[in-house]
């Protein structure tokens, strides 16, 4: 099963994500996560996109496209996958789909998490937690991966701004799978379990 995750900041995308991954035994793939660990490890994506995610921008497409790509490439990425976070622009969702021609594959569904604004703004504002209030614990400390949920760009200042390109960059996509009837819809603004058992009804996977 190969499927893609849409919806805002605070759409509870990764929750799902890495839920239905665990019911489908598939490797889930988030490319905010992917670009928070590089930046974290200062590898060289993380060096490009560090200016754009502190500042709640995208990452321009060309070089998370490539990346994506070898990601794809992986060997355990065979059974399938859940997307999080990618495609996020409507190039991005082409360039996928180029990529699964190549690769002789399909994408099943895009799952389309709905909330309204004010809840993307309030679940993102409600992870941030100013540095000062989070002191890292000792094991924290020799780790440099980060710490705890909260997020920079979390920042009440910069999730309006998220919340704008979502709007902007990556509400177009959900034509562009609805035009190739691969959109699938679910109201976010509920439960976690319910958002849940709702995707797994319309997949057709709950018993
Ligand atoms: P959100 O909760 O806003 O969906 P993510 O964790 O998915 O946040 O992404 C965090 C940040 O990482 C984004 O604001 C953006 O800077 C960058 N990013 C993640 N995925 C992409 C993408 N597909 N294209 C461009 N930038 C991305």
């Not at 560090?50 to 355990?76: A, H, N, S, T, W």
């Not at 504002?125 to 760009?153: C, F, G, I, M």
């Not at 998220?162 to 109201?187: A, C, D, S, W």
């Amino acid at each position: 099963m190969r499927l893609v995750i849409l919806g805002g900041p605070g759409s509870g995308k990764s929750t799902q994500a890495r839920q239905l991954c665990r019911h489908l035994g598939i490797v889930e793939i988030s490319s905010g996560n992917i670009l928070r660990r590089a930046i974290a490890s200062q590898t060289d994506l993380g060096h490009k996109a560090q200016p754009y995610v502190e500042k709640g921008e995208l990452v321009p497409d060309e070089i998370l496209i490539e990346f994506m790509r070898q990601r794809l490439l992986q060997p355990d990425t065979a059974k399938g996958w859940v997307l999080e976070g990618y495609p996020r622009t409507a190039f991005q969702a082409e360039e996928l789909d180029f990529l699964l021609e190549d690769l002789n594959q399909q994408l099943n569904w895009a799952i389309y998490l709905t909330v309204p604004e004010s809840v993307m703004m309030t679940r993102s504002v409600a992870r941030y937690v100013p540095s000062e209030q989070t002191p890292p614990t000792q094991n924290q400390a020799q780790d440099s991966t980060p710490s705890t949920k909260s997020r920079l760009d979390d920042h009440p200042k910069i999730v309006p701004r998220r919340i704008e390109l979502f709007y902007e960059r990556t509400v177009p996509i959900l034509e562009y799978y609805g035009y190739r009837q691969k959109l699938l819809t679910i109201n976010g603004d509920q439960p976690p379990e319910q958002v849940q058992q709702n995707i797994l009804h319309k997949l057709e996977l709950d018993d």
